[in-house]
């Protein structure tokens, strides 16, 4: 008798497999801001996290077109949605390429690149003083309009050991009498202009124009940065003694060492130091003013006696 034949049966055991990718995230460089003439504000946006949290996100950047993580690399930690970061210590007129990135578990994703140039394009022109006929030269910087020549409106003019923190006084560097015409043939005045105390400061500017607050003063170097001074001064040791640190005027301000006449009836600093009053009170005796030396590239605020005589630069009114 046959065995009956027992039919072989094979199992096969399937591994299941996700049918889901791992997959980097999806980003977009977005836009700019400039901030200052250092630091812009980069925006970008975090499009689809591919299920994956993200674990940080930002920007590469450097002066090559294509950055990547070997060049510059400013991030945060990971999240969701619109995203912005500043970047600092950038060079004026210098190309920067910045490319957005967001980074999860299974690798990083770019955007497209961004090239950023950060500029000064100072606008010029001229205004008439119709009090004396004095033309200066002007300057718009962004919203700003400034006389890029110190004041040297002189209606009258007074000894240095003269001073009041409360009646107008006008002053001409190292002049030492009261007669107003012949302090303007001075070369002095002809170069450097006049030093107001504050009362005098106050309603010196022509009409239309005011004497800048210590908040419009912060407007313009804020801007400019933390080498204001250098793109404010005069280039070159024709005023400024040496070294006049890093100037170079790209402003067009043409800021000079006009010096200042200090509460103690003295005149000093011209060649070395410019001062200019502000409208902002520090106390009830004294102001906010702004000052520049000529081994400094920066712009430095403090405060003076009301009694000084220090060098206008006037703003337009908006």
């Given at each position: 008798?046959?065995?009956?034949?027992?039919p072989?049966?094979?199992?096969?055991?399937?591994?299941?497999?996700?049918?889901?990718?791992?997959?980097?995230?999806?980003?977009?460089?977005l836009?700019?801001?400039?901030?200052?003439?250092d630091?812009?504000?980069?925006?970008?946006?975090?499009?689809?996290?591919?299920?994956?949290a993200?674990?940080?996100?930002?920007?590469?950047?450097?002066?090559?077109p294509?950055?990547?993580e070997?060049?510059?690399?400013?991030a945060?930690?990971?999240?969701?949605?619109?995203?912005?970061?500043?970047?600092?210590r950038?060079?004026?007129?210098?190309?920067?390429?910045?490319?957005?990135?967001?980074?999860?578990?299974?690798?990083?994703?770019?955007?497209?690149?961004?090239?950023?140039?950060i500029e000064?394009?100072?606008?010029?022109?001229?205004?008439?003083d119709?009090?004396?006929?004095?033309t200066?030269?002007?300057?718009?910087?962004?919203?700003?309009?400034?006389?890029?020549e110190?004041l040297?409106?002189?209606?009258?003019?007074?000894?240095?050991?003269?001073?009041?923190?409360?009646?107008?006084?006008?002053?001409?560097?190292?002049?030492?009498?009261?007669?107003?015409?012949?302090?303007?043939?001075?070369p002095?005045?002809?170069?450097y202009?006049?030093?107001?105390?504050?009362?005098?400061?106050?309603?010196?500017?022509?009409?239309?124009?005011?004497?800048?607050?210590?908040?419009?003063?912060?407007i313009?170097?804020?801007?400019l940065?933390?080498?204001?001074?250098?793109l404010?001064?005069?280039?070159?040791?024709?005023?400024?003694?040496?070294?006049?640190q890093?100037?170079?005027?790209?402003?067009?301000?043409?800021?000079?060492?006009?010096?200042?006449?200090?509460?103690?009836?003295?005149?000093?600093?011209?060649?070395?130091?410019a001062?200019?009053?502000?409208?902002?009170?520090?106390?009830?005796?004294?102001?906010?003013?702004?000052?520049?030396?000529?081994?400094?590239?920066g712009?430095?605020k403090?405060?003076?006696?009301?009694?000084?005589g220090?060098?206008?630069?006037c703003?337009?009114?908006h």
């Amino acid at each position: 008798m046959k065995e009956a034949k027992v039919p072989l049966i094979l199992l096969f055991v399937f591994t299941l497999i996700s049918c889901e990718k791992n997959t980097t995230p999806g980003v977009s460089t977005l836009s700019f801001t400039i901030v200052n003439l250092d630091s812009v504000d980069l925006t970008g946006e975090i499009k689809d996290d591919s299920g994956s949290a993200i674990t940080s996100m930002g920007f590469y950047w450097g002066t090559s077109p294509g950055p990547t993580e070997k060049d510059n690399c400013s991030a945060i930690p990971g999240g969701t949605g619109f995203f912005t970061i500043r970047v600092g210590r950038l060079s004026l007129n210098k190309q920067y390429y910045f490319r957005s990135f967001a980074t999860n578990v299974n690798g990083s994703q770019t955007g497209k690149v961004l090239p950023i140039k950060i500029e000064l394009a100072p606008i010029r022109g001229t205004m008439l003083d119709s009090r004396n006929g004095k033309t200066y030269a002007t300057i718009k910087i962004r919203q700003q309009t400034w006389m890029a020549e110190n004041l040297n409106f002189l209606p009258s003019v007074i000894s240095p050991w003269m001073g009041s923190e409360t009646l107008a006084y006008y002053y001409v560097y190292d002049y030492d009498d009261n007669l107003a015409y012949e302090a303007k043939m001075t070369p002095n005045y002809k170069t450097y202009g006049v030093l107001y105390n504050w009362t005098a400061a106050l309603t010196a500017c022509p009409q239309g124009w005011h004497l800048p607050t210590d908040a419009e003063w912060k407007i313009l170097t804020d801007y400019l940065a933390s080498s204001g001074g250098a793109l404010l001064k005069e280039a070159g040791t024709t005023h400024w003694a040496n070294p006049n640190q890093g100037a170079n005027n790209a402003t067009g301000l043409t800021v000079l060492p006009g010096g200042y006449l200090r509460a103690d009836d003295n005149f000093y600093g011209l060649s070395t130091d410019a001062y200019f009053w502000s409208a902002t009170e520090f106390d009830q005796s004294s102001v906010y003013d702004r000052y520049l030396y000529n081994n400094s590239d920066g712009v430095f605020k403090f405060h003076t006696s009301k009694s000084s005589g220090l060098s206008i630069r006037c703003l337009l009114d908006h």
